[in-house]
């Protein structure tokens, strides 16, 4: 969406997309910036993290993720995505639902979460049997788990690399994570993969990912981008019918 002359001469403006995303994460702005429709823009607050684990990510709700939607909100986003897959599922789908409202109220808009959007993605696939990676520790795997088959989903298997310092899984390449994949999900009778992480490679490596697997695949960053222009289109859709 380009700036346009208005009737009266002035500019209209650009759709721009929120942000929210753990401090450590240089992998979700990346990914965001290349695939976003021409001429929206990118804004980000960011939450403290370094820890990949439920300690840490329990402290980013706690402490830091409230006061970014604050400071997000002065920027007037039109749409919000909440930038993190583990901590979404971590207390569960009522806490997510919950606490997007909170950060809708903080920053006058929309909020769209990670999680939730992976979610949708799994349905709209019609996919009932699915595989998991992720670069995460069996506590985190586990709410991942929890959250997906809340659905009604089966979770046939869900593989973690073990690592806990966030800045590194964003150097984890996409040819590891497409054969952590086929080495830890080959030959499973799943529908679906699902590669899990914000700050995760994996949206690079989905079209390896789906030959290699012989399977649809879904990442975190591609669900929530989607799912976010999606809201933002009908926000816009909107606004020119008010």
């Known amino acids: 969406m380009s700036y346009e002359a208005k009737g009266d001469g002035s500019v209209m403006e650009r759709t721009r997309i929120g942000l929210m995303v753990p401090s450590s994460n240089t992998m979700m702005e990346a990914d965001f910036t290349r695939e976003l429709p021409a001429g929206w823009t990118l804004h980000t607050a960011r939450m403290y993290l370094e820890d990949t684990t439920a300690a840490g ?3 980013m709700l706690d402490e830091f993720t409230l006061p970014a939607a604050r400071d997000l909100g002065t920027a007037r986003p039109h749409v919000v995505v909440f930038g993190c897959t583990s901590a979404g599922a971590l207390r569960g789908s009522d806490y997510d ?3 997007c409202e909170r950060i809708s109220e903080l920053t006058a808009a929309p909020t769209v979460s990670t999680i939730q959007a992976v979610r949708t993605a799994i349905e709209r696939a019609a996919a009932r049997r699915v595989g ?3 670069p995460y520790v069996d506590e985190l795997n586990d709410r991942i788990r929890a959250s997906i088959e ?3 989903v089966e979770v046939v298997r869900i593989a973690g690399l073990g690592m806990t310092e966030n800045y590194e899984i964003a150097r984890v390449p996409p040819e590891r994570i497409v054969s952590f994949a086929a080495e830890t999900l080959d030959g499973l009778d799943i529908d ?4 899990s992480c914000t700050n995760l490679g994996a949206m690079e490596a989905i079209p390896e990912l789906a030959e290699r697997l012989r399977r649809p695949v879904v990442t975190s960053n591609q669900a929530v981008l989607d799912a976010a222009v999606e809201r933002a289109t009908a926000v816009a859709a909107g606004d020119a019918a008010a």
Do not use: H, S
């Open 57 to 59: 990510e329990n402290r």
């Open 97 to 99: 639902r919950e606490l």
């Open 132 to 134: 998991v990676v992720t």
């Open 150 to 152: 809340a659905d009604g």
């Open 192 to 195: 679906l993969v699902f590669a």
